[in-house]
C-alpha cells in the first residue's frame, strides 16, 4: 500500500522513553521508498543467534506496556551489530512508529532468538535457494554474509521479487556489496562468492525481468534463464521468505518437484518463515 504523508511523531512517543527494558540504541537508519527502510542498533553482549534467525523488537505503547513484532536479523551472526529491515504501514501499529526513529533513539529488543531459516533445519545438498518478496530478503542479508552458507553448498541462488524497481535496492546493494568489499572478499572467499547467483524480478514496475517467483518456476522460465534442469530433492535446498500467499503458493510447488519441508528439529529439503510484521 501506498504511503501518505506521516504527522511527526514525537521523541516521547516514538523511541526514548526511559526506562525500557531490554534497549537498544539505533546508530543508522536508512530509507530506501516511501515503504521500505532499515536500521541498525547495538547488540547486546549477551546475544548469540544462528544467521537467518529472528527476534521480538519494538517500541514503548502509549499505554505503557511494549509493543512488539518478530523481526529477521538481517546482519550476519558475527557483526558488532544487528540490523533490521522493514516495511512502512500507514497504520501500522508498531512500523507506523518505528519509521520515524532516529540514530540515538532507542528500541526494545528481546534477546531470544528464534526461526526456521537456519542451516541446521536443511539437509545437506548441492544448491541452495533463497526465495524472498519485499523485506523477506532480510533473514537471507544475514545468511548470505555467513561463510557457512557456502561451505555448505556449491551454488546458492537468490530470487527476490518487488513490485517496483527501488524495492529491489537493499537486496542489489548488499549483493554488490559483498562482491565488491574486500573484508567480505576475504572472510567468505572470492572461489565461494563465485557460488553465488542473484535473480531479481519485479511484478509491476518494467525492469529487465518481470514476473512473480511462482510464475517464472511453473513454467521454466527461471531454469531457462539459469541454464538448471529444475529442482529435486537429491540436489536442490530451498528457504523461503514472503507473503502469507507467497509461502503458501512455494509450499506447493517444492513440494511438487518432491522436496520435504524440514525444521530445526527435523532437517529436510526446505523451510518457511512464519513470522510477520505490521
Known amino acids: 500500500m501506498d504511503m501518505t504523508e506521516q504527522k511527526p511523531v514525537t521523541q516521547a512517543t516514538a523511541a526514548k522513553v526511559s526506562p525500557m527494558p531490554d534497549a537498544e540504541t539505533v ?30 523488537i519494538g517500541l514503548m505503547g502509549d499505554n505503557g506496556r511494549p509493543l512488539l513484532r518478530a523481526y529477521s536479523i538481517a546482519s550476519p551472526s558475527w557483526d558488532d551489530e544487528l540490523e533490521f529491515y522493514s516495511i512502512k504501514v500507514q497504520d501500522g501499529p508498531l512500523t507506523s ?18 526461526g ?12 541452495l535457494w533463497f ?18 552458507t557456502y561451505e555448505r553448498f556449491e551454488e546458492v541462488i537468490v530470487t527476490h521479487t518487488c ?17 565488491k568489499d574486500e573484508m567480505m572478499i576475504e572472510l567468505i572467499g572470492a572461489e565461494n562468492l ?15 525481468k518481470m514476473g512473480r517467483i511462482t510464475t517464472l518456476l511453473k513454467d521454466g522460465t527461471l531454469f531457462r534463464d539459469l541454464g538448471i534442469d529444475g529442482i529435486g530433492p537429491e ?44
Open 163 to 179: 513490485r517496483d524497481v527501488a524495492e529491489l535496492t537493499y537486496g542489489r546493494d548488499l549483493i554488490d556489496d559483498l562482491l
Open 116 to 127: 526456521t531459516l537456519v542451516h541446521d533445519a536443511l539437509l545437506p545438498g548441492k544448491r
Open 235 to 278: 540436489t536442490d535446498r530451498a528457504m523461503v521468505c514472503g507473503s502469507m500467499g507467497l509461502n503458501l503458493d512455494l509450499k506447493e510447488i517444492l513440494e511438487g518437484y518432491g522436496l520435504e519441508e524440514g525444521a530445526n528439529s527435523d532437517p529436510k529439503h526446505y523451510v518457511v518463515e512464519k513470522a510477520f510484521v505490521g
Open 27 to 56: 546508530t543508522q537508519v536508512q530509507h530506501y521508498t516511501d515503504r521500505l527502510f532499515s536500521f541498525r542498533v547495538t547488540r547486546p553482549q549477551s546475544l548469540r543467534f544462528r544467521s537467518g534467525e529472528f527476534v521480538m
Open 97 to 114: 512508529r518505528l519509521q520515524h526513529i532516529q540514530p540515538g533513539d532507542q528500541i526494545i529488543l528481546k534477546p531470544k532468538p528464534v
Open 131 to 148: 526465495f524472498a518478496t519485499g523485506t523477506g530478503f532480510a533473514p537471507f542479508a544475514s545468511l548470505l554474509r555467513d561463510p557457512e
Open 194 to 208: 563465485a557460488k553465488l547467483r542473484y535473480y531479481p524480478t519485479t511484478t509491476r514496475e518494467e525492469s529487465p
